[in-house]
């Protein structure tokens, strides 16, 4: 049950937990959660002593199916619910039966269920590129925002961009190096065993979050009760190299994390707008001369395993936590957490800025950092500025890319081998030589930060001589035009304090410009009309007949 459960009649939650059986392997769960008022509780017991009762039915699965899982799971609940009576789980009983029947012969088809990369796009437009490339530097992010659900779709959904992490790279995302305050060694419940079931039976059955005299008590792992001395952001950021940031701006990196970065939405109405100027062609790898069609039906034959993917981002330390609770704030400031990426919701994980490096609110599309080195790694050139457009423009409107939309292809599929084709170009360009213009394609500074991470370290240990095959450089490099000028200033004047001021001066400037002439034009109008309008003569009295 997550926090502040007790605020929304229904939700699901997606969690992750350290497998018990003495590996490291990950559980994947879902929590289905619902309330409803104690009148129709048929058959009531005695710790029901509130006006509501609330319940979770959590299911624990060895595949990361978590979508499809919770579609399923939702109707189950809510017939459970129906039923009035807590105490006959044989519905529960007979739905875990049907999954494990269900994901016998199949699952992949399944795996991005409840997914939408096509809202991410939408909602970070050309950040969600950033997010991504974040993701590689293996540092402490949490994404904040309630209710929960649409917290857990997010982050899984930009797991998802990356090639073949969602499917595979998952399984020891829980696992951290072993230490006498593992959380492994915290917990006291039944060991999960290895069988033929996808999903365990001995968890099928509901959890009562009220059972307790109606408070609300979470399923997850217990937190640890070491104090552990945490390591600050500005520790984290002083361990990087800052020699190489003079080509950067301060005020344009700054830009992208700005406590105010987005205050509104754009409506889909004025991105089509922004999207009108974008040149519709651009070649995919340097000097290949193909267009990107062409390069899509190639890229979607490769076996990405041959290229070393996917990475292990997720592993020894660095943790996925689609959700954590409050319970989990000791846990992370064990030291053999080195990184994470976790769903909050509880308001303290906001206040705890000292053990995360970037805070993400899906709310208002916030990302904040303290860490004047991380901003300069993730600031993102104008190649990337002009791979995020042609993202916007295929989200969109698809018939406005058709050269690069197969028809073949839905808008979800599309999206996901856009940064299929990126990680494969971005992984052969770090193999250049230090110097190389194209390492400045992708932004040395984060090419540079990228190197020293344990995914890149692994990637490298190994022989791929696959990625040897493609040019190295920027799917989206090119000669600078009029519409990368125009796509830089709008970066600009969006993301940057002073852009945002000009913008605010010039809005302010024209509302009152605009009041004088209106004012000024009403009293033209008035004094017109006095001089062109005949006086009215007095009305002649009417004599009663």
């Not at 301060?250 to 009108?276: A, H």
Request: glycine share 6%; charged share 25%; with cysteine.
């Amino acid at each position: 049950m997550p926090d502040g459960a007790h605020n929304y009649e229904h939700d699901a939650v997606y969690f992750h937990l350290p497998s018990l059986n003495g590996g490291d392997n990950t559980i994947f769960g879902v929590s289905c959660f619902q309330q409803i008022p104690i009148e129709k509780v048929k058959k009531r017991t005695t710790d029901m002593t509130r006006g509501t009762v609330q319940k979770a039915v959590c299911i624990l699965s060895t595949l990361p199916l978590f979508g499809y899982i919770q579609i399923k799971m939702e109707l189950v609940t809510a017939a459970f619910f129906d039923e009035g009576d807590f105490s006959n789980v044989s519905l529960l009983k007979d739905a875990f039966h049907h999954l494990n029947d269900c994901l016998n012969n199949s699952h992949s088809q399944h795996l991005f269920d409840g997914l939408s990369v096509r809202d991410l796009v939408l909602k970070f437009r050309h950040r969600v590129l950033l997010l991504f490339k974040l993701m590689l530097l293996e540092r402490r992010v949490v994404f904040f925002h309630s209710p929960v659900k649409p917290l857990c779709c997010t982050l899984l959904s930009l797991i998802s961009l990356h090639p073949g992490l969602l499917e595979k790279g998952l399984f020891k995302s829980f696992s951290s190096k072993k230490s006498s305050s593992s959380p492994e060694k915290e917990v006291e419940e039944k060991v999960i065993t290895k069988s033929e079931s996808f999903v365990t039976e001995s968890q099928i059955e509901s959890v009562e979050a009220s059972k307790t005299n109606g408070k609300d008590e979470n399923t997850t792992t217990p937190c640890l009760e070491n104090n552990v001395e945490v390591i600050s952001n500005e520790d984290r950021c002083n361990d990087q190299t800052v020699n190489d940031n003079d080509n950067i701006k301060e005020d344009c990196v700054n830009g992208y994390f700005i406590e105010n970065y987005f205050d509104e939405i754009k409506s889909v109405e004025t991105l089509e707008v922004e999207c009108s100027g974008i040149p519709n062609n651009f070649d995919l790898l340097p000097g290949g001369g193909s267009n990107i069609n062409h390069d899509i039906k190639y890229f979607e034959n490769l076996n990405i395993e041959d290229y070393g993917l996917p990475l292990s981002i997720f592993t020894e330390g660095n943790l996925c936590l689609p959700y954590i609770s409050i319970s989990y704030l000791d846990f992370l400031t064990n030291p053999e957490v080195v990184g994470f990426h976790g769903g909050a919701a509880n308001l303290l994980f906001k206040q705890k800025k000292q053990i995360i490096d970037v805070l993400v609110e899906l709310e208002s599309s916030k990302i904040e950092t303290s860490c004047p080195e991380l901003r300069r790694q993730l600031f993102l050139t104008t190649e990337d500025l002009r791979f995020g457009e042609r993202l916007i423009r295929g989200v969109i409107d698809p018939s406005s890319c058709e050269a690069d939309f197969p028809a073949n292809y839905t808008n979800e599929e599309w999206i996901r081998m856009q940064f299929t084709i990126y990680m494969l170009s971005l992984l052969r360009t770090s193999l250049m030589e230090e110097g190389s213009k194209e390492l400045d394609q992708f932004n040395v500074h984060f090419i540079n930060a990228w190197k020293k991470t344990k995914n890149y370290q692994n990637w490298l240990k190994q022989e791929h001589k696959s990625i040897w095959e493609l040019n190295p450089g920027h799917p989206f490099v090119g000669n600078l035009s009029v519409s990368d000028v125009r796509l830089r200033f709008s970066q600009a004047i969006t993301n940057t304090e002073s852009g945002r001021r000009i913008n605010q001066a010039v809005t302010s400037t024209g509302k009152a410009v605009g009041g004088a002439i209106v004012h000024a034009r009403g009293a033209l109008t008035h004094w017109w009309n006095t001089l062109t309008t005949p006086e009215a003569k007095p009305a002649r009295a009417l004599n009663n007949i």
